[in-house]
């Protein structure tokens, strides 16, 4: 029993690692198809792939199906988060979009304490089968009811505007039913022909590559933690229990501080809002690496380590989304989250590292203080690019009638 669920684990770490395959790939094609679309599609692959996981005859077939498994989570996330920036209101959108992120961290949340309970009646395949059941009766639901984005129908569809298309008339109307029969909408960007080569174009260059650089040393940081902190407390003379408890504060407060800072980013210069939340955090950590035994100082140190790293990360997929035009916006959030996922894979390759060296509490903690910096210069730095080099900024999120 206890190889059986060795097997799972690596099977699912595997499998979770490829999520950033999965953005690379389904990102440039929601840009092409359609965001509802591929997010459809994306919950259909991880649905159907984690349901016949459990099925699964030998590790070989568990390891490959994980694989497309993260392959649709990979794709699922950057263009949920692409789909709701594109209907947000400017003045609403980092706010909106951290609340709606805060769905995945709550899910994940709420998935590993749901799986502890269940895993002893119905075993990891039975995990399995809950947790690709789920997204499948979900898929319906997605299909009826979640509209397509206006703005990429718009750019797709018409280039800058859009003449009598009934699709786009339908949405528009249940937004504002005071529309004028066979009006002109008219979209604030043109289409693009490649989207992953707009990345890279002189405008955004720069901010493409400084998002990046935020995205992977947060993740790096988010991951490192999540990944090792019962083991860094309870090296640092706090029991499992207490160490348990502080790893929730964590989260907890990643979850709490997505909201603020969303809320935020809507009423400052985003950009800054993050930046300062980066350094605050670097102050945080070492307060956690100069607390020695105090448990109040490390609960308080975790926490608002989790509100400003975990929590700026979120609003870093509403600073990407809102950073890129309508033609690449899917794949630029995508490709963003890809970066960080390496930055993630580092992170916990590194905080084994790092334990493996016998470096003490202290010393880990102070070297996580220069990710958390370069992430602050990075995003200081591109707010000041945008202004000197006018990077375009966040259109509006929706058409609107001529």
């Known amino acids: 029993m206890a190889s059986h669920r060795r097997i799972a684990r690596a099977a699912l770490r595997r499998g979770t690692l490829r999520a950033d395959g999965g953005a690379l790939f389904f990102g440039p094609l929601a840009d092409r198809f359609g965001r509802k679309t591929v997010l459809v599609a994306s919950v259909g692959v991880f649905g159907a792939a984690s349901l016949v996981s459990c099925f699964a005859p030998d590790l ?3 390891i490959a199906l994980r694989f497309i498994t993260g392959l649709g989570l990979g794709g699922a996330m950057p263009n949920a988060i692409t789909l709701t920036s594109e209907y947000c209101p400017n003045e609403r959108r980092s706010g909106l979009v951290t609340l709606m992120f805060c769905g995945f961290t709550v899910g994940s949340a709420l998935g590993g304490l749901v799986s502890g309970q269940l895993l002893a009646q119905v075993g990891w395949r039975g995990i399995l089968a809950i947790g690709g059941a789920a997204p499948l009766l979900l898929l319906p639901v997605l299909v009826a009811a979640l509209p397509e984005s206006m703005r990429f129908l718009l750019v797709a569809k018409h280039g800058a505007v859009a ?10 109307r249940k937004i504002d ?23 890279f174009a002189p405008d955004v260059l720069a901010g493409t590559l400084l998002l990046w650089a935020t995205f992977f040393m947060s993740l790096l940081i988010v991951y490192l933690l999540s990944s090792w902190m019962p083991t860094l407390l309870s090296s640092n ?3 499992l229990k207490q160490a348990s408890f502080m790893s929730a504060t964590f989260q907890i407060g990643g979850t709490a501080g997505a909201i603020l800072l969303g809320w935020l980013m809507d009423r400052r210069e985003p950009h800054r809002v993050l930046s300062s939340a980066y350094l605050v955090a670097a102050g945080f950590i070492v307060m956690c690496a100069f607390a020695g035994g105090s448990v109040p100082m490390i609960v308080v140190a975790i926490f608002g380590i989790g509100v400003c790293v975990s929590g700026g990360q979120v609003g870093g997929n509403a600073l990407a989304a809102g950073f890129y035009p309508t033609g690449s916006r899917a794949t630029g959030v995508a490709w963003a989250n890809a970066v960080g996922r390496s930055g993630s894979v ?14 003490d509490f202290r010393t880990i903690f102070l070297l996580l203080t220069v990710p958390t ?15 000197r080099q006018r990077l375009p900024a966040a259109p509006t999120a929706m058409p609107v009638a001529e």
Do not use: H, Y
């Open 163 to 172: 003449r009598n298309d009934e699709r786009i008339e339908r949405i528009a």
């Open 177 to 199: 039913p005071s529309l004028p029969v066979g009006a002109r909408l008219q979209a604030a960007d043109a289409p693009m022909k490649s989207s992953v080569r707009a990345l």
């Open 373 to 387: 910096v370069i992430a602050a210069i990075s995003l200081a730095m591109l707010a000041r690019a945008r202004c």
């Open 346 to 359: 580092t992170g916990s390759l590194l905080g084994g590292v790092m334990l493996g060296q016998q470096f």
């Open 237 to 239: 003379g706090l029991s």
């Open 60 to 62: 070989a077939w568990l």
